[in-house]
């Protein structure tokens, strides 16, 4: 790779509190206030969104607007692919979660013979299904399209013949078939599940870090062991999610969370996870400015991002220069 690309996201479809499509300009707000250059450093591309489609109801109460939502995640993995067969670094800044299920298809677009590791950074586990939802927001749902899972044996509701179809859509975006195994995911902090989520991760086996353990061993040993679980992985892609800091940093996302991760313990854990070069995308979500105050979420999330993207500007330069 030969350099970073920002693939922005303003789609907020997937959210159950209406702002994160604002996410973005609020990071740009950040940078401005802070004197940066960040913005006009990179190559940007826009992927369209679908917000519009808000102001509808939406037929979908199990997966609410998940026919505008499909549209759209074709047009993220489209992108991601693109921007990887051009051998740039997809960065990818969206407004709710739901694109990651997207940006995975994209991935395993442009690697379909290679074996994906996700680790998943988030106060929320987002592996239930339009069977499973609670709330029937799609941003709660991109693991379980990505894993392929639908979790009927803690079926709580009964969707309809036309969120059945979209949900298809969804779980075969891209590559058809499940894009990666719950053995090659972990979770960071997740803190905030319901008991249908629980009973899969359980069941699946799934790597979960608590905060306890985070604490306990900092992100250097973290990192080693993260990647030491993966380590049958070719690719892995970082998701990042605000609401994984503390709820003292992050009044400004949808669903706030207390007991999450300091602003350093963020910016330490991103930067040792981007130096491993198996890393092919980083994402950070969720950012709702109309949630906070003084944009305070923003420029805590744009510290992260610049340390993060440092990180990755330090391993492409190393990859430039052992290439030669």
Not at 154 to 182: C, I, S, V, Y
Not at 202 to 222: D, F, M, N, T, V
Not at 298 to 319: P, Q, S, V, Y
Request: charged content about 25%.
């Amino acid at each position: 790779m030969k350099r970073i690309k920002l693939l922005e996201v303003r789609s907020e479809l997937g959210a159950g509190t209406r702002g994160a499509g604002m996410g973005i300009d609020a990071l740009r707000v950040a940078c401005l206030n802070k004197g940066s250059d960040y913005f006009r450093r990179f190559n940007s591309v826009v992927v369209p969104d679908l917000n519009h489609v808000l102001f509808d109801k939406t037929p979908f109460p199990f997966a609410k607007h998940i026919d505008a939502i499909y549209t759209v995640q074709k047009g993220i993995a489209a992108t991601v692919e693109q921007t990887l067969r051009f051998g740039e670094f997809p960065l990818v800044l969206a407004g709710d979660h739901s694109s990651a299920n997207a940006t995975i298809a994209g991935i395993k677009s442009a690697y379909p013979t290679k074996t994906l590791g996700v680790i998943w950074i988030d106060a929320h586990a987002d592996i239930h299904s339009p069977y499973t939802t609670p709330s029937g927001n799609v941003h709660g749902m991109p693991l379980a399209a990505a894993l392929g899972v639908d979790n009927l044996a803690h079926q709580r509701n009964m969707p309809d013949a036309e969120t059945e179809f979209f949900w298809r859509r969804l779980q075969n975006l891209g590559e058809p078939g499940p894009k990666l195994t719950p053995e090659h995911l972990v979770y960071v902090v997740v803190r905030d599940t319901e008991e249908e989520e629980d009973a899969l991760i359980a069941e699946l086996g799934i790597k979960w870090i608590k905060l306890p353990e985070i604490k306990a061993k900092g992100s250097r040993q973290l990192t080693r062991e993260i990647y030491e679980h993966l380590r049958f992985c070719d690719l892995v892609y970082i998701s990042f999610d605000v609401d994984s800091l503390d709820s003292s940093f992050s009044i400004g996302t949808g669903t706030p969370v207390e007991d999450g991760l300091y602003l350093s313990e963020a910016e330490n854990l991103c930067q040792d996870l981007l130096e491993n070069d198996r890393v092919v995308c980083f994402e950070m979500v969720e950012i709702n400015p109309t949630l906070d105050n003084g944009n305070t979420m923003a420029k805590n999330a744009f510290n992260i991002l610049e340390k993060a993207t440092d990180a990755i500007e330090r391993r492409l330069r190393l990859e430039e220069v052992v290439s030669r």
